[in-house]
């Protein structure tokens, strides 16, 4: 439903939402004020749409060297999104993987419909975070689902993080590792303990109030990943951490839900090398600037 | 504030506390029992930290879970998927 993903966009009643950060002691209770006022607004403007249901999914898909994956991932989806009766669209952002991906991307859009599959590739490998931005500026669902296209993260979590999302009226649903039957699949004890080690301290240092951020399972209104995409600045793994703390700060709310994360099967992991030092300099920084 | 600004304060506040306690005039002095536990309490309240750190890290490394039934149902699906796209004419 494009028109109505319009008028929230532009809807000059939804500018008032987005405060300054780090706000003050009487700025945090109009904050909580407006929020209300946000919900009540939506649960109206909700009803006005008449059937309920009005939901649109985009689901952004980046791909680097996924040829074996893409497919794969893509049926899941389609089948999980028909199965649970929403609305959705897959967009596809290809950095020119020389691997031959766009063209089984291409026979993909044949299968499902330029409607359901939309692609939208780059020349040249320019990175996951601006790959985002490039995705979602195509976008036309009033709901953006993020995963990685290798199959560690399962489309069959989505209609949790969807009634997740209703539940709580949350405005990121984050997909959580380490919560509940969350876990992974695949790991060695030594990545284990990289895993859990970082995540303490991250939660010591930052305190996000969400059990994941490293994560990048998540389900967003499409206005508040399109501020965030904007305040965030970190690459990698900090970027995923960044979305979080920024939402924290602007006062979004967040909800989790457990999932099961199974290490990829086809092709090769690209954040490699130096990915601890770069996740606490990256922590660091977020610790002294936020 | 940012976090930093945080820490920095809460450690400020502890630690002028404690030292106003520990290291005031002979006069002012609180009874020797509680002066000399209070004295090496920042070292206790440090290392108490670090063993929290390590039964955290340690008990949530043992209990992180292993999904195998995710793994083995994901390589169901990838079979599944497969087969309905092969029949679809796509080509891999
Ligand atoms: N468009 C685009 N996609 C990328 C780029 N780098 C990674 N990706 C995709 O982003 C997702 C996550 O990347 P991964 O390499 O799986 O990173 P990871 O999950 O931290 O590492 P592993 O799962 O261990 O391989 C995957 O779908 C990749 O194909 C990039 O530069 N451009
Ligand atoms: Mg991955």
Redesign the interface.
């Known amino acids: 439903m494009p028109a109505i993903a319009e008028r929230t966009a532009t809807n000059p009643a939804h500018r008032f939402r987005f405060l300054p950060a780090?706000p003050s002691v009487s700025q945090f209770r109009a904050r909580r004020l407006t929020a209300s006022c946000r919900r009540g607004f939506r649960v109206r403007r909700r009803a006005d749409m008449a059937g309920g249901g009005g939901d649109k999914f985009s689901v952004l898909l980046p791909t680097y060297n996924e040829r074996?994956n893409l497919?794969?991932v893509v049926?899941?989806l389609a089948r999980t999104f028909r199965d649970s009766g929403k609305d959705f669209e897959i967009i596809i952002i290809d950095d020119g993987s020389p691997d031959g991906t766009q063209e089984?991307a291409e026979?993909?859009e044949k299968?499902y419909g330029s409607d359901k599959i939309l692609l939208r590739p780059r020349a040249s490998k320019l990175g996951l975070g601006t790959a985002y931005i490039h995705g979602m500026k195509h976008a036309t669902g009033n709901f953006i689902v993020i995963m990685d296209a290798d199959?560690s993260h399962?489309p069959k979590f989505i209609p949790e993080f969807i009634r997740m999302q209703k539940e709580g009226n949350f405005d990121i649903v984050s997909g959580t590792r380490?919560k509940g039957?969350?876990?992974?699949?695949?790991w060695d004890?030594k990545r284990?303990?990289i895993?859990?080690?970082a995540?303490?301290l991250t939660q010591?240092?930052?305190?996000p109030g969400a059990s994941d951020l490293t994560g990048s399972f998540r389900l967003y209104r499409k206005e508040v990943l399109e501020k965030l995409m904007e305040k965030c600045v970190s690459k990698g793994y900090v970027f995923q951490m960044e979305m979080i703390v920024r939402a924290r700060q602007l006062g979004y709310t967040i909800g989790e839900v457990p999932i099961?994360?199974?290490d990829r099967?086809y092709g090769e992991s690209k954040l490699g090398g130096n990915e601890i030092v770069s996740f606490l300099k990256g922590l660091l920084t977020?610790?002294?600037?936020? | 504030?940012?976090?930093?600004g945080q820490?920095l304060c809460g450690l400020v506040l502890l630690g002028s506390a404690w030292a106003v306690l520990a290291l005031a005039p002979p006069g002012l002095r609180l009874p020797a029992p509680f002066r000399q536990a209070l004295l090496p309490l920042p070292v206790y309240l440090l290392v108490a930290f670090g063993c929290y750190?390590l039964a955290?890290?340690g008990f949530?490394?043992a209990t992180?879970?292993?999904?195998?039934e995710?793994?083995a149902e994901?390589r169901e699906?990838?079979r599944a998927?497969?087969a309905?796209?092969a029949r679809?004419?796509?080509?891999?």
């Open positions: 780090a074996e497919p794969l049926w899941l089984i026979q993909l299968i199959l399962h380490y039957n969350g876990g992974v699949y695949g004890l284990k303990l895993s859990r080690g995540n303490f010591v240092l930052l305190r099961s994360f199974v099967v977020l610790f002294a600037t936020t | 504030m940012t976090k930093l820490w750190a955290t890290v949530r490394l992180f879970n292993d999904c195998e995710a793994a994901l699906h990838i998927a497969r309905d796209l679809r004419g796509l080509r891999f």
